[in-house]
C-alpha cells in the first residue's frame, strides 16, 4: 500500500473539478459507444477508481463493477455513492495490485464477501500516469479478465502541457510521468501479451497549469482498447 497519497485530501472536492468531470464525461461516453458495456450483464474492475465519477456515469450500461484504489479518502467517496444507489452495483476495495491475490484477499469496502476475480472488462480512468510498473499492471489486469475480456484504459497522450502539468511543481505525493504516446501504450499492451490492440485520441479538456497563474492548459485523453487471451 503507498504509504503517503495526497488523493486522501482531494477526495472531498474531487467532483466540483470541472476537469474531473470533463475527463469522466469523455471517457464515459467512449465505453458506451465502445461495444464494450451490456447493461445488466458486463462485469467490469475499474482500477483507480477514485470517487466513483465514472462507475456512477456506467453503472446503468453495465452488471456490476468493482472500484479498487490506494486512496482511503478516494474509496469512501466511492462507497458513499454505492450506497447511496442502494442497488447493490458498485462495489470497491482499497487495494493496490501487486500479485494476483490483492484485490481477492482484501476486505471490501462495504464488508461483505470477497468480490470477484474475474471480469468482462478491467477499464482505467487517468490512473496509469501515476503507475511505475506498467508491464506488471497489465499482465495483473489480464489476470483479472475472463478469456476474451477487454481492457479499456483512458488517460493523458504526452504532449508539451501533460509534461509541463507532471513537472516537479506537481506536488502530489506519488509517482507520475507527463502521458503516454498512443504508440507506447500500444507497444505496453502488445508485449503484456494482448491482443486486437488499439488507442485512439477521444478528446481534449481543460486544467489548470501548477506552476502558472490560473493559466488553463489543454491536454488530449486516449483511449487504447485490447482483448485478453
Ligand atoms: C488522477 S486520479 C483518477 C481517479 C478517477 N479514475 C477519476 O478519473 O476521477 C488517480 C487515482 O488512482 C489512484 N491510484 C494511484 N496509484 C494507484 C495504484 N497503483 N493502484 C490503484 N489506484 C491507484 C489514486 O489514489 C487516485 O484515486
Known amino acids: 500500500?503507498?504509504?503517503?497519497?495526497?488523493?486522501?485530501?482531494?477526495?472531498?472536492?474531487?467532483d466540483q473539478n470541472p476537469g474531473?468531470?470533463?475527463?469522466?464525461?469523455?471517457?464515459?461516453?467512449?465505453?458506451?459507444?465502445?461495444g464494450l458495456l451490456h447493461p445488466g450483464s458486463t462485469a467490469v474492475l475499474d482500477l483507480g477508481c477514485g470517487t466513483g465519477l465514472l462507475a456512477e456515469k456506467i453503472a446503468d450500461s453495465l452488471g456490476a463493477l468493482v472500484g479498487v484504489d490506494t486512496s482511503p479518502g478516494?474509496?469512501?467517496?466511492?462507497?458513499?455513492?454505492?450506497?447511496?444507489?442502494?442497488?447493490?452495483?458498485?462495489?470497491?476495495?482499497?487495494?493496490?495490485?501487486?500479485?494476483?491475490e490483492s484485490l481477492t484477499s482484501s476486505t471490501p469496502a462495504d464488508g461483505g464477501a470477497a468480490v470477484p476475480?474475474?471480469?468482462?472488462?478491467?477499464?482505467?480512468?487517468?490512473?496509469?500516469?501515476h503507475i511505475q510498473d506498467i508491464a506488471g499492471t497489465l499482465r495483473l489486469l489480464k489476470h483479472h479478465l475472463k478469456p476474451g475480456g477487454s481492457?479499456?484504459?483512458?488517460?493523458l497522450l504526452a504532449t508539451p502541457a501533460s509534461i509541463r502539468f507532471h513537472s516537479p511543481a506537481h506536488?502530489?505525493?506519488?509517482?507520475?510521468?507527463?502521458?503516454?504516446?498512443?504508440?507506447?501504450?500500444?507497444?505496453?499492451?502488445?508485449?503484456?501479451?494482448?491482443?486486437?490492440?488499439?488507442a485512439r485520441a477521444v478528446g481534449s479538456l481543460?486544467?489548470?497549469?501548477?506552476?502558472?497563474?490560473?493559466?488553463?492548459?489543454?491536454?488530449?485523453?486516449?483511449?487504447?482498447?485490447?482483448?485478453?487471451g
Not at 471480469?119 to 490512473?127: G, N, R, V
Not at 481492457?151 to 488517460?155: E, K, L, M, S, T
Open 1 to 14: 500500500m503507498a504509504a503517503e497519497n495526497t488523493f486522501d485530501d482531494k477526495a472531498a472536492t474531487w
Open 20 to 34: 474531473h468531470q470533463q475527463s469522466t464525461s469523455i471517457a464515459a461516453e467512449a465505453l458506451k459507444g465502445s
Open 171 to 198: 506536488s502530489h505525493g506519488l509517482f507520475h510521468r507527463g502521458g503516454f504516446s498512443l504508440q507506447e501504450m500500444e507497444q505496453h499492451l502488445t508485449e503484456a501479451g494482448y491482443t486486437a490492440v488499439e
Open 206 to 228: 481543460q486544467k489548470a497549469a501548477f506552476d502558472g497563474e490560473g493559466e488553463m492548459l489543454e491536454f488530449q485523453l486516449f483511449m487504447a482498447t485490447a482483448t485478453a
Open 151 to 155: 481492457v479499456a484504459i483512458f488517460d
Open 117 to 129: 476475480e474475474q471480469y468482462d472488462l478491467a477499464i482505467s480512468l487517468m490512473t496509469f500516469h
Open 74 to 100: 478516494m474509496i469512501a467517496a466511492f462507497q458513499r455513492k454505492a450506497e447511496a444507489r442502494g442497488d447493490g452495483k458498485l462495489r470497491c476495495v482499497l487495494a493496490e495490485l501487486t500479485g494476483p
